[in-house]
């Protein structure tokens, strides 16, 4: 069993920044590959990143690349998510999960562990 939390979401002003924090705990966690997903009011939940199990290879969606930065410190079990230049269309409660196949990374039927969420608005 893997269980995540995610810390680090709140209020900001459209432009500024959030660090999201996912602390990760189970079996074997550090191989797992991990992602970041988001869902908005009336929403989809949708792909916003991932990273593989060795830290090495990252994923964007392409309404956050070049904005949002995700990384894992593998020792730690922690995996981050720097938001930069946050827009309003930003705002979502942003989940951590966690898989171990190597399918579609952006699928969120491929993660079997999730997190609860934490809330980030952005402010216009």
């Known amino acids: 069993q893997v269980e995540l939390v995610e810390s680090g979401g709140g209020l900001v002003q459209a432009g500024g920044s959030l660090r999201l924090s996912c602390a990760a705990s189970g079996r074997t966690v550090i191989t797992y590959h991990m992602g970041w997903f988001r869902q908005a009011p009336g929403k989809e939940r949708e792909f916003v990143s991932a990273i593989n199990l060795y830290g090495d290879n990252t994923f964007y969606a392409d309404s956050v690349k070049g904005r949002f930065t995700i990384s894992r410190a593998r020792n730690e079990n922690l995996v981050y998510l720097q938001m930069n230049n946050l827009k309003f269309e930003d705002t979502a409660v942003y989940y951590c999960?966690?898989?171990?196949?190597?399918?579609?990374?952006?699928?969120?039927?491929?993660?079997?562990?999730w997190g609860r969420g934490t809330q980030v608005t952005v402010s216009s």
């Open positions: 999960a966690a898989r171990l196949s190597s399918g579609d990374r952006s699928d969120s039927r491929q993660y079997p562990y």
